[in-house]
């Protein structure tokens, strides 16, 4: 591959970031919604999440909804919608849920982290994050793809 399509390839992948992260402040947030202890839901929302595991016919038999829009009813400048994934452990048994939750702009979005659940509950994971349906697959994956790809442009552009 020539070194200016590798240029190219590189600056493509940093605006299509770019430009998804400041979509996001004008849309509003796409974030799955479930519980791995509602009958059925454990085959594809446990702590891993199998989309390819939806019953598809059921849900559509049923006429759920897996995905919510986050849409607040306050509207405040200070209200942030995140996705949000927690397992947590209910009387001994461990449930992970996936849902829209609303924090403070001025929150870090790792907060859940550092609060508390309810009483009777141990919290094993919570994690926030503000993409689309991003509190399903492993983040880590995508990041890691936003990253690298540019950067192997860049370092086999370097090494010809």
């Not at 070194?3 to 992948?13: E, Q």
């Not at 799955?32 to 598809?56: L, R, Y």
Request: hydrophobic share 35%; proline share 4%.
């Amino acid at each position: 591959m020539s070194a200016p399509i590798k240029f190219i390839i590189a600056g493509f992948c940093l605006l299509a970031t770019a430009y998804n992260i400041s979509a996001l402040e004008h849309q509003h947030l796409q974030c799955w919604h479930c519980s791995s202890d509602t009958i059925g839901a454990e085959d594809f929302c446990d702590v891993t999440f199998q989309e390819d595991n939806i019953p598809t016919e059921l849900i559509k038999e049923r006429n759920i909804n897996l995905q919510r829009t986050c849409n607040s009813t306050i509207n405040s400048d200070h209200e942030r919608p995140v996705c949000r994934k927690t397992v947590e452990e209910y009387n001994g048994k461990i449930i992970t849920k996936r849902f829209c939750y609303y924090t403070n702009k001025s929150d870090p979005v790792d907060l859940c982290n550092v609060t508390s659940p309810e009483k009777n509950v141990r919290r094993i994971f919570c994690e926030d994050c503000v993409t689309d349906r991003c509190n399903g697959a492993a983040r880590l994956v995508a990041i890691l793809a936003a990253i690298l790809l540019p950067a192997l442009a860049v370092v086999q552009q370097l090494s010809n």
